[in-house]
């Protein structure tokens, strides 16, 4: 496979990816942190397939990536108050939260009842997920190796392995973002970041 490489700033960039990620191709493009792959969250054979470019374990869960908060509702069920308001707080922003899944998402984005989502706060990366829906997004990287701030370096690791990267620049970077489980009374933090638990407490 070739990897064909596009400029953010071409005007049919975001058109491309819609037709690669329909028929079933991964995507790299740049967010907030670093350099994500993803392809359209309900679509599992594409999913599984970024297990297979990534030389990922199965057993991992992808989170997923939408444009803005109401699409929650698209890859969530029941969601909790508490979510929506840590939502309306903190999105677009490094908060990915744990939520009660829609049955209808495929296995291989998550094998357990819930899933994360976040809003990144990416131009590049909001213009794509507004176009396409939500995505199943993990770092463009062959796992263990460092996570790609740059479309050069996604290039480097998974050139040949998959159809498309979006060039927008280097990535901002910095440390992932806060996971919250959002499935109980209170949020619980399962991997620190930019946002503390004391913030998300007097959100909530």
Same mark, same amino acid.
């Given at each position: 496979m070739k990897t064909q490489v596009i400029s953010a700033k071409s005007q049919n960039a975001i058109q491309l990816a819609l037709e690669i990620l329909s028929a079933g191709g991964l995507v790299a493009f740049p967010t907030d942190t670093v350099y994500g792959l993803g392809a359209l969250a309900f679509d599992g054979k594409a999913v599984e397939s970024i297990y297979t470019a990534k030389d990922r374990p199965i057993e991992k869960a992808i989170p997923i990536l939408i444009g &803005? +908060?109401?699409g929650l509702d698209k890859i969530a069920s029941n969601v909790p108050d508490m979510a929506r308001r840590l939502a309306a707080r903190f999105w677009p922003?490094?908060? !990915?939260?744990?939520?009660?899944k829609l049955p209808t998402l495929p296995e291989t984005?998550?094998? !357990? &009842? !819930? =899933?994360? =989502?976040r809003v990144p706060d990416?131009? =590049?990366?909001? +213009?794509?997920?507004q176009a396409a829906g939500p995505m199943a997004v993990t770092? +463009?990287?062959?796992?263990?190796?460092?996570?790609?701030?740059? +479309? &050069?370096?996604v290039q480097a690791q998974l050139g040949g392995r998959i159809a498309l990267i979006i060039d927008g620049g280097r990535a901002p970077g910095g440390i992932p973002s806060? %996971? @919250? &489980?959002? !499935?109980?009374?209170?949020?619980?933090?399962?991997? @620190?970041?930019?946002?503390? %638990?004391e913030q998300l407490l007097a959100a909530a």
């Open positions: &803005d +908060a109401r922003g490094p908060l !990915t939260l744990i939520v009660p984005v998550s094998a !357990t &009842d !819930t =899933v994360g =989502v990416h131009p =590049v990366a909001r +213009a794509l997920l770092s +463009a990287n062959i796992s263990g190796r460092p996570s790609p701030a740059t +479309a &050069d370096e806060t %996971l @919250a &489980d959002c !499935t109980g009374r209170q949020p619980i933090v399962l991997r @620190a970041g930019p946002i503390s %638990l």
